[in-house]
C-alpha cells in the first residue's frame, strides 16, 4: 500500500499530511480555512486518495503561510507515497463542467515539476480566503509532488464554481496518473528508465 505521512513544522506553520494512495475518497481536514478545507476534502474524494491534513498557522496574519505550506506538506507526502513511480500511468487529464464553467487539467507525474496556471478571478476573496492564493497552493503542490501541471479555466462566471473545478480537475487527472498500469506494473514509466527533473 503506498502511503506516506510528512511533518513540516517551521514559525508560521505547523502541518500534519497523511496520504493512502490506494484510498477511497475518505478525508480529515483541518486547516482553519474553511473553503480550503473543502477543496482539499474534493481533491480526496475524486482522487479516491485518503487524505488526513491538520495544519495550524499564523492565522492573525494572513492566509498565505498556511495556504503555501499545505501545498507544500500534501505535495510531499504524495510524493513520497509514489516512491520511484514504478508502474504508474503517469499521466492524466480531466475535463471538468461545472454549472457554467469549464476547466481542463492535465499532468505528468514525471517528478519534473512546473504549473501552468491559466485562470482568471475577479473577486478578491472566497469566503475569507484571498483567491491569488489558490495558485500559490496549486505551484506548492505541483513543486513538492513532482508534476508537471496545467490548469485551463476554459470559462466560467462564478469563482466558487472556477476553483472547485481546478481541484476537482485536478483530482481526476492525478487520480488516472497515480494509478499502477496493469501492463507495466514494475517498470518505470519512462525511456531513460527514471523520472526525475535533472535527466
Same mark, same amino acid.
Given at each position: 500500500m503506498?502511503?506516506?505521512?510528512?511533518?513540516?513544522?517551521?514559525?508560521?506553520?505547523?502541518?500534519s499530511?497523511?496520504?493512502?494512495?490506494?484510498?477511497?475518497? !475518505?478525508?480529515?481536514?483541518?486547516?482553519?480555512?474553511?473553503f480550503?478545507?473543502?477543496?482539499?476534502?474534493?481533491?480526496?474524494?475524486?482522487?479516491?486518495?485518503?487524505?488526513?491534513?491538520?495544519?495550524?498557522?499564523?492565522?492573525?496574519?494572513?492566509?498565505h503561510?498556511?495556504?503555501?505550506?499545505?501545498?507544500?506538506?500534501?505535495?510531499?507526502?504524495?510524493?513520497?507515497?509514489?516512491?520511484?513511480?514504478?508502474?504508474?500511468?503517469?499521466?492524466?487529464?480531466?475535463?471538468?463542467?461545472?454549472?457554467?464553467?469549464?476547466?481542463?487539467?492535465?499532468?505528468?507525474?514525471?517528478?519534473?515539476?512546473?504549473?501552468?496556471? !491559466?485562470?482568471?478571478?475577479?473577486?478578491?476573496?472566497?469566503?475569507?480566503i484571498?483567491?491569488?492564493?489558490?495558485?500559490?497552493?496549486?505551484?506548492?503542490?505541483?513543486?513538492?509532488?513532482g508534476l508537471?501541471?496545467?490548469?485551463?479555466?476554459?470559462?466560467?462566471?462564478?469563482?466558487?464554481?472556477?476553483?472547485?473545478?481546478?481541484?476537482?480537475g485536478?483530482?481526476?487527472a492525478?487520480?488516472?496518473?497515480?494509478?499502477?498500469?496493469?501492463?507495466?506494473?514494475?517498470e518505470?514509466?519512462?525511456?531513460?528508465?527514471?523520472?526525475? !527533473?535533472?535527466?
Open positions: 503506498r502511503r506516506a505521512t510528512i511533518m513540516r513544522k517551521t514559525r508560521e506553520t505547523v502541518i499530511a497523511t496520504v493512502q494512495l490506494e484510498g477511497t475518497g !475518505k478525508s480529515k481536514i483541518s486547516t482553519g480555512i474553511g480550503l478545507d473543502h477543496m482539499i476534502d474534493q481533491l480526496a474524494r475524486h482522487s479516491l486518495t485518503d487524505i488526513e491534513l491538520s495544519a495550524k498557522g499564523d492565522l492573525h496574519i494572513d492566509f503561510h498556511t495556504t503555501e505550506d499545505t501545498g507544500i506538506a500534501l505535495g510531499q507526502a504524495f510524493a513520497q507515497a509514489l516512491g520511484d513511480r514504478r508502474g504508474i500511468q503517469r499521466f492524466g487529464q480531466a475535463l471538468i463542467p461545472m454549472d457554467e464553467t469549464l476547466t481542463r487539467v492535465a499532468l505528468d507525474a514525471s517528478n519534473r515539476p512546473y504549473l501552468v496556471w !491559466k485562470v482568471a478571478l475577479s473577486r478578491p476573496k472566497l469566503g475569507e484571498d483567491t491569488e492564493l489558490f495558485k500559490e497552493w496549486f505551484q506548492a503542490f505541483a513543486q513538492n509532488a508537471t501541471l496545467h490548469v485551463e479555466n476554459l470559462y466560467g462566471e462564478n469563482n466558487h464554481h472556477i476553483v472547485e473545478s481546478c481541484y476537482k485536478l483530482a481526476r492525478l487520480r488516472q496518473a497515480i494509478e499502477i498500469d496493469p501492463r507495466q506494473a514494475g518505470i514509466p519512462s525511456t531513460k528508465g527514471t523520472l526525475g !527533473k535533472t535527466l
